[in-house]
T-cell receptor, first 114, second 114 residues
């Protein structure tokens, strides 16, 4: 079983609609959860972090965390063509040295259709 | 506020040569992480360093790879006797010395081994 799983996509969403990205993780000791956006040929850009159960909103982005279900999601409202990218889910993996190491999913490729 | 800096951005090496990748963390950040992204694969953790200390190198290949973060100067990822399978994007990330675990990525070094 993969440690962090994401739907590989590709996911196509019409402009102005809501894009929903999902992620599950296997390590119940995980404490911190992140969403990164990566444009083709570029580096990952941190867009959301979430640490406790529930929703966290930042502009058009909402992260949702359910630790009991080991599930984290990202909603993008009013999708724009500039949101077309690969979205990476990252989870801090509990380790001997602390919780700093991040484990990434393979990413979901999102395309916003004008 | 300058972000994470990496150089070179592109590096071409012949099989058997050495590759040196450099990373300067964001100002105020004392934690450095190296990740590798192989073509069509996810980001994989390699090593986590603080000044003059390797904290977690559980993701580093046992041979040919080494990393350091000296008291002065950038962090360096060194790959000796490169092989074609080392061709990848190598990203450095840094985080501040608190417990947020948010990691910010540099632009990456794209290593091509011919």
């Amino acid at each position: 079983q993969k440690e962090v799983e994401q739907n590989s996509g590709p996911l196509s969403v019409p402009e102005g609609a809501i894009a929903s990205l999902n992620c599950t993780y296997s390590d119940r000791g995980s404490q911190s959860f992140f969403w990164y956006r990566q444009y083709s040929g570029k580096s990952p850009e941190l867009i959301m972090s979430i640490y406790s159960n529930g929703d966290k909103e930042d502009g058009r982005f909402t992260a949702q965390l359910n630790k009991a279900s080991q599930y984290v999601s990202l909603l993008i409202r009013d999708s724009q063509p500039s949101d077309s990218a690969t979205y990476l889910c990252a989870v801090n993996a509990e380790s001997t040295f602390g919780n700093e190491k991040l484990t990434f999913g393979t990413g979901t490729r999102l395309t916003i259709i004008p | 506020n300058a972000g994470v800096m990496q150089n070179p951005r592109h590096l071409v090496r012949r099989r058997g040569q050495e590759a040196r990748l450099r990373c300067s963390p964001m100002k105020g950040h004392s934690h450095v992480y190296w990740y590798r992204q192989l073509p069509e694969e996810g980001l994989k953790f390699m090593v986590y360093l603080q000044k003059e200390n390797i904290i977690d190198e559980s993701g580093m290949p046992k041979e040919r790879f080494s990393a350091e973060f000296p008291k002065e100067g950038p962090s360096i990822l060194r790959i000796q006797q490169v092989v074609r399978g080392d061709s990848a994007a190598y990203f450095c990330a840094s985080s501040p010395p608190d417990t947020s675990y948010e990691q910010y990525f540099g632009p990456g070094t794209r290593l091509t081994v011919t």
